[in-house]
């Protein structure tokens, strides 16, 4: 069955970096939609960024925007998040979700995914 773990998440400044991992067992990232993620206390889960198994094609929320950064690591069955210039607003439980091909999706719904982690704290501070 596949399992996803997220790993990476920690305590940083505000306009530093932290580079989150996704890792999947029981299917090849190559195969999988993957969506990350983020709920803070007291509001909604939030779309932060998706990617599409076939042609790798991302979608990332305004807030991201060129801070953000997606990526797959086949060999390693990891999909990673880069994050660079965080913000206070950035901080939250970030969480990766998947749906396996073949359809090529970038959804920016939860409902969407069939398989999540556990989530990885990000606390920025000022």
């Known amino acids: 069955q596949l399992q996803l773990v997220e790993s990476g998440g920690g305590l940083v400044q505000a306009g530093g970096s932290l580079r989150l991992s996704c890792a999947a067992s029981?299917?090849?990232?190559?195969?999988?939609?993957i969506g990350w993620f983020r709920q803070a206390p007291g509001k909604e889960r939030e779309f932060v960024v998706s990617?599409?198994?076939?042609?790798?094609?991302?979608n990332y929320a305004d807030s991201v925007k060129g801070r953000f950064t997606v990526s797959r690591d086949i060999p390693r069955n990891t999909v990673d998040l880069q994050m660079n210039l965080l913000k206070e607003e950035d901080t939250a439980v970030y969480y990766c979700?998947?749906?396996?091909?073949?359809?090529?999706?970038?959804?920016?719904?939860?409902?969407?995914?069939?398989?999540w982690g556990q989530g990885t704290q990000v606390t920025v501070s000022s």
């Open positions: 029981g299917r090849t990232i190559a195969s999988l939609n």
């Open positions: 979700a998947a749906k396996p091909g073949p359809e090529d999706m970038t959804s920016t719904s939860f409902a969407a995914y069939e398989s």
């Open positions: 990617a599409a198994w076939g042609t790798f094609r991302t």
